[in-house]
C-alpha cells in the first residue's frame, strides 16, 4: 500500500504520470487548434475544451506527486487509498463538459443549470462515499450517487436531445456522438468505483487506477478532439449561408 504523501513512481503512478501526459497533449493540441480563432462562437467552445484536460492535466500531476491522496480506515479494518483529487478535478471538469455539449444542442440555460447542479450533488456524493469510514454508509452514498448520474444521463439524452433535434445535420451528428460519449464513459465510472478498493476491492488500485484513467482521457481529451473536429464547430465560418448560396446560383 503507498503510504498518502509518498510520490507515486512506481505502481500506479505510472498511470498518474501517463494521464498527466495525454491530458497535457490533449490541451495543447486545443491551444494549437484554436489559435488565431476570431469567431465568437468557436472561442466559446475552445475556451471551455481547453481547460478540461487543463485541470485534468494538474489533478494527475497532484496525484502522482502525492498530493490528494488520503488513506481511510474502514471499521471493518481494511484501510482505502482514496484520490480525493480525483473528485476535485470532476467537480470542475464534468459541469464544463455538459456547458460544451448543452450549447452545441443549444439548450436552455435553465436545463444546463439543472443538469450542472445535479452533476455537483453526483460528485458530491461520490466523494462522501469515498470518505466514509462505516462500509454500509460507503454503500449508502455510492447509491445515491449512482441515482444522480441515472437522472444526469436521463435528462441529458432526453432534455438535451430534444434541444439538438432543431440543428443542422452536422451538428446534430455531432451531437449524437459526444452525447453517446458521455453516456457510456459515465456509466462505467460507479462500476469502476464498485470493483475497486473503494468497493469490493475485486481489483486492486494498480488496475482501477489504470482504468479510471482510460475513462477520463476517454471522456475528456476524445471528446475534445470530436467537438473541435467536427464541421459543427471548425466550420461554421466557412460555411456558406442560405444567402451566399442563393446568390452564387443566381
Given amino acids: 500500500m503507498q503510504a498518502a504523501g509518498e510520490l507515486g513512481v512506481e505502481g500506479e503512478g505510472v498511470w ?3 494521464g498527466t501526459v495525454l491530458m497535457l497533449l490533449g490541451m495543447v493540441y486545443f491551444i494549437a487548434q484554436g489559435w488565431g480563432v476570431q469567431d465568437p462562437r468557436q472561442k466559446e467552445f475552445y475556451i471551455i475544451t481547453i481547460l478540461i484536460p487543463g485541470i485534468a492535466a494538474a489533478s494527475y500531476l497532484s496525484m502522482f506527486f502525492g498530493f490528494g491522496l ?3 480506515p474502514l471499521t471493518n479494518g481494511r484501510v482505502v487509498d482514496v484520490y480525493w483529487a480525483r473528485y476535485a478535478d470532476w467537480l470542475f471538469t464534468t459541469p464544463l463538459l455538459l456547458l460544451d455539449i448543452g450549447l452545441l444542442a443549444g439548450a436552455s440555460n435553465r436545463d444546463i443549470g439543472a443538469l450542472v447542479g445535479l452533476d455537483a450533488f453526483m460528485i458530491v456524493t461520490g466523494l ?3 470518505l466514509m469510514k462505516v462500509p454500509i454508509a460507503r454503500y449508502a452514498f ?15 439524452f432526453v432534455v438535451f436531445s430534444e434541444a439538438a433535434s432543431d440543428l ?6 455531432t451531437f449524437n456522438v459526444l452525447r453517446n460519449l458521455i453516456l457510456v464513459t459515465w456509466a462505467l465510472y460507479p462500476i469502476v468505483w464498485l470493483v475497486g478498493t473503494e ?6 488500485l494498480f488496475t482501477e487506477t489504470l482504468l ?8 475528456k481529451v476524445g471528446f475534445g478532439f470530436i467537438l473541435l473536429r467536427s464541421r459543427a464547430i471548425v466550420g461554421e465560418e466557412s460555411a456558406p449561408t442560405p444567402s451566399s448560396e442563393e446568390a452564387a446560383a443566381d
Fill in 16 to 18: 498518474l504520470a501517463l
Fill in 128 to 130: 462522501a462515499a469515498t
Fill in 70 to 72: 488520503t488513506e481511510v
Fill in 142 to 156: 455510492w447509491t445515491i450517487s449512482t441515482i444522480a448520474m441515472l437522472f444526469l444521463l436521463y435528462f441529458l
Fill in 199 to 204: 468497493g469490493v476491492a475485486a481489483v486492486g
Fill in 212 to 219: 479510471f484513467m482510460v475513462l477520463d482521457v476517454t471522456a
Fill in 168 to 173: 443542422d445535420e452536422d451538428s446534430k451528428s
